[in-house]
């Protein structure tokens, strides 16, 4: 089981959620269950992709995974122990910081009509 929970403000979202869950390279017969997104198994990268088109701010998710694994051990097992979990995302209109833009002056001399306006963005 993959819990997250989404620790920044409510009304705040996370775009184009993915999660890469590493497996270990001798796993099959993928079997997933969530409550939001889809999960894909891909064998070629080693690992499992949750991913979540919008993630609300101070929600909490699960997902369910099983497989199945042959009965001699590998030894890439040990290796597998120690890999991350990386997680990709975007959150629209947010700074970690809270660095915010509190006056912009734009001098244009072409005759290009520029509007003051910043947009903030969060990635990882």
Same mark, same amino acid.
């Given at each position: 089981?993959? /819990?997250? $929970?989404? +620790?920044?403000?409510? /009304? ?8 890469? #869950? ?10 997933? *269950? ?5 999960? $894909? ?10 991913? #979540?088109?919008?993630?609300?701010? +101070?929600? =909490?998710?699960?997902?369910?995974? /099983?497989?199945?694994?042959? @009965? ?6 040990? $290796?597998? *122990? $120690?890999?991350?979990? +990386? #997680?990709?995302? =975007? ?8 660095? +915010? ?6 001098? =244009?001399? @072409? ?7 910043? /947009?903030? #963005?969060?990635?990882?």
């Amino acid at each position: 089981s993959v /819990r997250i $929970k989404s +620790q920044y403000k409510a /009304r705040s979202y996370a775009n184009n959620v993915d999660i890469v #869950i590493p497996v270990p390279p001798d796993a099959n017969s993928p079997y997933f *269950k969530t409550n939001i997104g889809t999960v $894909k198994y891909t064998p070629d990268q080693e690992a499992m992709v949750w991913s #979540i088109k919008s993630f609300a701010g +101070q929600k =909490e998710y699960t997902m369910k995974a /099983r497989f199945g694994f042959p @009965s001699v051990a590998d030894d890439k097992r040990d $290796k597998f *122990k $120690k890999v991350p979990i +990386q #997680i990709k995302f =975007e959150i629209p209109y947010f700074t970690v910081s809270g660095i +915010q833009v509190r006056y912009l002056k734009i001098v =244009e001399k @072409s005759g290009y009509s520029a509007l003051p306006w910043v /947009r903030y #963005i969060t990635q990882n």
